[in-house]
């Protein structure tokens, strides 16, 4: 099987597809979530002597770009995106019912909307998280125009990612990663299902700030759908249908 990097995009069916890796690759994974801390994991993992890092197989973890300079060559770098109101709905969600920190018991006892956790909620990952992460810019400042991040941002997902895969189209972009790494295990791949508010539950209001705080994602992920419907035509694996 091929060395695989899966740059793992929070909300985005991750949790479901590494099952999947895990599954093919057992002991020869690595996964950069460390007691809770993809920081700590990274870390961990650049310290490692390189011939310790060459017997991992497959990485997985949110990582940043920088990260990838440390992985042993030749790997095939995957990723997934998912349309920008579904996914901050999910990380609404999961902030508000499953998060531990003590930052999400106060909004909770604040009772703070969508809405709010969209428009000037803690989490920049509400907005333009996507671009931000592809970029390696969501937790450091940066100077550069939104233009810009987007533009870097789709050149990193041309340029580098062998596969982008849709958790709207998640079966068939599981099928299309077995065929492209060589995976010999075939596993029934499933969406967690989500906890909580449903875009189809939302007012014709909070889902126009969800798209305004998340112009850039938009962006990318129309990009990202162009891309996808390559690579699958590319491994033979035909049509396919994302529902709107």
């Known amino acids: 099987m091929k060395r695989v990097v899966f740059f793992h995009i929070p909300k985005t069916a991750g949790s479901s597809f590494n099952r999947m890796l895990r599954e093919n690759y057992g002991e020869a994974l690595y996964s950069c979530d460390l007691n809770g801390s993809h920081h700590a994991g990274r870390e961990h993992f650049q310290a490692m ?20 300079a440390h992985v042993p060559r030749p790997y ?7 349309h920008p109101v579904s996914r901050v709905v999910s990380l609404y969600n999961y902030f508000m019912t499953v998060d531990q920190s003590p930052l999400r018991d106060s ?9 709010d956790y969209v428009t000037s909620g803690p989490e920049d990952e509400a907005r333009n998280g996507m671009v931000r992460r592809l970029t390696g ?45 060589g995976l010999t295990k075939v596993v029934s791949c499933t969406v967690n299902p989500s906890r909580g508010r449903k875009p189809s539950d939302l007012k014709p209001a909070t889902v126009q700030a969800i798209r305004r705080a998340n112009v850039l994602d938009m962006e990318l992920c129309l990009y990202g759908l162009k891309l996808h419907g390559r690579h699958m035509h590319a491994l033979g694996l035909g049509e396919f249908a994302i529902p709107a």
Do not use: W
């Open 49 to 68: 002597p390189e011939e310790e890092r060459f017997r991992f197989r497959c990485i997985t973890g949110h990582l940043v770009p920088e990260f990838l």
């Open 76 to 82: 095939t770098l995957l990723t997934f995106l998912r």
């Open 107 to 115: 909004l909770r006892a604040s009772g703070v909307g969508l809405r």
């Open 137 to 181: 810019t969501l937790y450091r400042p940066t100077s550069l125009s939104g233009e810009e991040l987007l533009r870097q941002a789709k050149d990193a997902l041309r340029k580098y990612f062998r596969f982008v895969g849709l958790q709207e189209n998640f079966d068939a972009s599981c099928r299309a990663v077995q065929k492209l790494c």
